[in-house]
């Protein structure tokens, strides 16, 4: 079993939607949790972190951490089809320093 | 410009023969790493390093080797690439691997093939 799992899709949406990407972990030691978007043929961006549980908000987009449920969540309003692009999770402990583990990503498309 | 890069971007090679990917940035930063990314799989760590002459192996090291003499550059060697090493690698550095890991800056991608 993977330590972190994500739905690759690919999930396909018209413009203007409500968009959730979730994953799910196992290691319940992860304290740090970050959302990447990778463009075509680019190198993963840095989106969303939040450190331990709850809610973080930046314009459209929202990060969710619950902790109990080893469930993490990334919700995108008024999607846009320049939010075309892989999602990925990753996810580290506190004291592993720079070793991230990542989702395997989910791909998302917004249709005009 | 702030930036990550990576040599070459594209190769394509054949087993056996020895191989450097080159890893610069521009940044200051201390902390430095190595993916591959393979479809279905996502991305893996291979190699990180928190500073000059402190490196510690990833998830998939094996077949892989790396050496950090200065802060910018991270190279990544391949001794004797095989078929399996095919993939999209990306280096990535971060201002704080201790505290501030999360942020990493990835480079473009160097995709490889080896025959």
């Known amino acids: 079993q993977k330590e972190v799992e994500q739905d690759p899709g690919p999930l396909s949406v018209p413009e203007g939607a409500i968009v959730s990407l979730n994953c799910t972990y196992s290691?319940?030691?992860?304290?740090?949790f970050m959302w990447y978007r990778q463009y075509s043929r680019k190198g993963p961006e840095l989106l969303m972190y939040t450190y331990s549980s709850g809610n973080k908000e930046d314009g459209r987009f929202t990060a969710q951490v619950d902790k109990s449920s080893k469930y993490i969540s990334l919700f995108i309003r008024d999607s846009q089809p320049s939010d075309s692009a892989t999602y990925l999770c990753a996810m580290r402990t506190r004291n592993q320093g720079g070793k991230l583990i990542f989702g395997q990503g989910t791909e998302l498309s917004v249709k005009p | 410009e702030a930036q990550v890069t990576q040599n070459p971007r594209y190769l394509i090679t054949v087993t056996g023969k020895k191989l450097t990917v080159t890893c610069s940035q521009n940044?200051?930063?201390?902390?430095m790493s190595w993916y591959r990314q393979d479809p279905g799989l996502g991305l893996r760590q291979i190699y990180y390093?928190?500073?000059?002459?402190?490196?510690d192996k990833g998830d998939v090291p094996e077949g892989y080797k790396v050496s950090r003499k200065e802060k910018r550059n991270f190279p990544l060697i391949l001794e004797s690439p095989s078929p399996n090493q095919t993939s999209l690698y990306f280096c990535?550095?971060?201002?704080?691997?201790?505290?501030?890991?999360?942020?990493?800056?990835f480079g473009p991608g160097t995709r490889l093939t080896v025959t």
């Open positions: 390093s928190m500073n000059v002459e402190v490196t």
């Open positions: 940044m200051n930063h201390e902390y």
């Open positions: 290691n319940s030691a992860f304290q740090y």
């Open positions: 990535a550095s971060s201002p704080n691997g201790g505290t501030g890991g999360y942020e990493q800056y």
